[in-house]
């Protein structure tokens, strides 16, 4: 194998340089924050808004071939102190498992306790990214004086999958889906 001129190995390496980080970016556009708003609704607080989600060609085949796919979306908040660590007052996670069933041709959706079924998958990617009203903290846990600080996070649960698909994810980006945490303020 014949050795690279000092001009062409700069020229490798920018182009595989730019080729990860373009792959990077595509990757954390397949699930990317649309909106998020606390609204409070009585007593409680609840989380409006939700992801866009879209599935590489790897998540897509794998659903069709009946894989169920994990999804996990988490809320934090806390009360940020000057003098010592922040105080915690919510860390929630809740999992959302998204189906097909070939037979019947519908994406179904498994929120907690709750099924819905979709007949087309964007109607099905949409409802999983939907915070749906989420309740995430109740009015008595927060005071009126203080600023608290509020993160969500959405990712693919690549350790829900059967083994030998856990493999292949931990090997391959293809399977790699983070929204990452977006934080705001806010005061009740």
């Known amino acids: ?15 595989t340089a730019l080729a990860v980080c373009v792959g990077g970016a ?18 409680h607080y609840v ?5 866009v989600i879209q599935l590489a060609p790897t998540l897509e085949e794998a659903l069709r071939k009946g894989i169920t796919l994990t999804f996990v979306q988490l809320f934090e908040a806390d009360r940020p102190r000057s003098y010592w660590f922040a105080d915690d007052v919510a860390v929630l996670k809740r999992t959302l498992r998204l189906s097909y069933n ?6 179904i959706l498994q929120r907690g306790n709750s099924h ?4 087309t998958k964007p109607e099905a990617l949409n409802a ?3 915070f749906a009203d989420w309740q995430v903290l109740e009015g008595r ?6 600023l608290y600080q509020a993160r969500v996070r959405m990712y693919l649960d690549t350790s829900q999958l059967a083994k ?8 391959s980006s293809r399977w790699d889906m983070d929204s990452g945490w977006r934080e705001w303020s806010f005061k009740p």
């Open 1 to 15: 194998m014949p050795a690279l001129s000092r001009r062409e190995f700069l020229k490798l390496s920018s182009a």
């Open 26 to 43: 595509w990757a954390q556009d397949l699930l990317s924050l649309k909106q998020v708003e606390l609204i409070q609704k009585g007593e």
């Open 47 to 51: 989380l409006s808004g939700g992801y």
């Open 102 to 107: 070939a037979l019947l041709r519908q994406y």
């Open 116 to 119: 819905a079924s979709f007949e």
């Open 128 to 130: 999983l990214g939907d």
């Open 141 to 146: 846990q927060l005071s009126k004086n203080n």
């Open 164 to 171: 030998p698909l856990q493999l292949n994810a931990f090997a």
